[in-house]
Structure formats: C-alpha cells, structure tokens
C-alpha cells in the first residue's frame, strides 16, 4: 500500500499539472453491490452523482492527508482518492477504444509519456479527463481504491479524515506530541503503534521496519518499555526516513508508480524491509534480517542488534 512518501510524490506531481484544468468527463468501470448506498464511485448511484457535480469544475489544487490524495475543486469541492493496496494515480494522453472482448467494455490505451506503458500501468478503473485533453487515470489491480467527493470546508470532519492522527512531517509534530500519541497505546508493539493511522498518520509497513532497524529497536517492544531517549531516536528517525522515501520518490517494491508512470527508487535503499535472510548491512553487526507476523503484518529486523 502507498505510503506517506508514496501519497506525497503523487500530491505533489498533481499540484504540478492540475491547477486551472477544467474536468469535461468522467469514467468508471467500478461497480459492486456491497458498496450500494455508500459514498463510493463503486455504488452505481453515487458515482452518477459524482459525476454531475465535478463535470464543469476547475481544479485549483491537490494535496495529501495521511494516505489519501486530495483534489481540490472550485465551489468547495474536493475529491478525495485513497489508493489502497495496489492503486496509483496515472497523469497524460489516453485513448479510449472499446475492448475487443466485449462490445460494452472500455479500454484506455496510454499515448504518452511513454512511461505510462509499463504493464503495471494498465488496470484503469477511473478516469478524469481534462480541458486540455489530458487524462487523470487511476490504476488499481486489485480494485480496492477508495474515491469519494467532500466539502472542502469541512474535510477534517469526514469519516475518511477526522480519525487520523496528527502529520509527522509537520513543524508542529513535536516529540511531544510523538510521545503523547505513542503512550495512548502504552502496551502496544511499537511496530504496531507506527502503524496505526489514528496516532501517526502515513507510516505503514515498509517505512516501519526501515525506522526500527535504524533505531535497533525490536519490532515487539511494547511502547511502555521504551525508553525517553529511544523515543527521541524513532521520533528523529521517523522524520528522516519518510523525507528519505520522498527524496527518492518513494517505493516501487510492488505496484506503486508516479503520476507520469515511472517507478520511485527507495527500494533500492532498504535495509530491514523484505531483505529475510539477508547479512545486516549496519557497520560492525553480524545479524541476520529475519522476518515475522506482528499484528497480522510482517515485520522485518535485524536479530542482532535490533533488542527486545
């Protein structure tokens, strides 16, 4: 699942190319049952709705909130995408054929950049496309994206936002305010906690286990046996790792892809995550990184220096 860094380089890339665009067209091919009567483009209903109100809209921004991708409309308006496991927004020229196999089915062929082309580009399920002829797409394998409209002016109060906790890359995300939300779950697995988007939003699997095996602090370690100045080296460490993942542009491990289609490179700078039975790269340390279950997840440490 797309990250902070992840979520990040996409707002960021759509903050570039957006502004000013008006929307002229919408396309889905979501459509379940068991989201009827819920507000997701996946209701038949919903997205209908959906589609009237944006069509005719200028975009006038885009910006992030935790894991989801905002797009800010005129009149209030904010389109909010969460992109799940396997999602990815896509940004350029479409063409839209009808598929072979099916007379009712539509296709969306990139045309450029060329980039757009990678095959793991090519599961569009939404597309917005734009006054200037280009296309928003979003590509989600595994169709469990997310998209909804919002009020702007009260974004902070939906049921999509109002849960998350506070941004960990904000100037006002002290230690404080770090330990604070930490010590809400004092008995919690600090893997665990990490993850929990109610207390740190945009910190998921990858990004964690980079940030403990910098701090060499064991992935069950419950907060509450966590000392002060530990605390302040995953605080520290926290911030360095995701403005790290967004340097590199974030991961690419499995499907994620930048709005122009193009891979992130901070898989390469893994240490912890899915290196099992890997040498530890730290200077000095003979440990192996082995991998277990946390919470249903799996974690990946150092067995040496990373102590419980």
Known sequence: MPELPEVHTTATGLQKVLPGLKIVDVWTDYNSSFYAGKDNIKDKKYFKKFRIQIIG??????????????????????????????????????RRVKSRKSIKSIKWDPVEPETLKDPFNRFIHFVITFSNGK?????????????????????????????????PLEKNFTFEVFKKQLNKKPSGKIKT?????????????????????????????????????NLKKIYETVKIILRKGIDFGGDSMSDYRNIHGEKGNFQHK???????????SKKNCEGIIVRIKVGGRSAHFCSTHQKI
């Open 135 to 167: 296309c928003l797409a979003l590509s989600d394998m595994r169709k469990f994206a997310k998209i909804t409209l919002l009020k702007t002016s009260t974004i902070d109060e939906s049921l999509d936002t109002k849960h998350l906790g506070p941004e």
């Open 270 to 280: 893994h240490q912890a995550y899915r290196k099992t039975g890997e040498k530890c």
């Open 57 to 94: 809209k200028k975009v006038i921004g885009a910006g992030r909130r935790g894991k989801n991708v905002l797009i800010h409309l005129k009149d209030d308006f904010t389109i909010l995408v969460h992109m799940k496991m396997t999602g990815h927004i896509l940004y350029g020229t479409y």
């Open 193 to 229: 906690v990490l993850m929990d988007q109610s207390l740190v939003s945009g910190i998921g699997n990858i990004y964690s286990d980079e940030i403990l095996w910098k701090t060499g602090i064991h992935p069950l370690k419950c907060v509450k046996n966590i000392s002060n100045s």
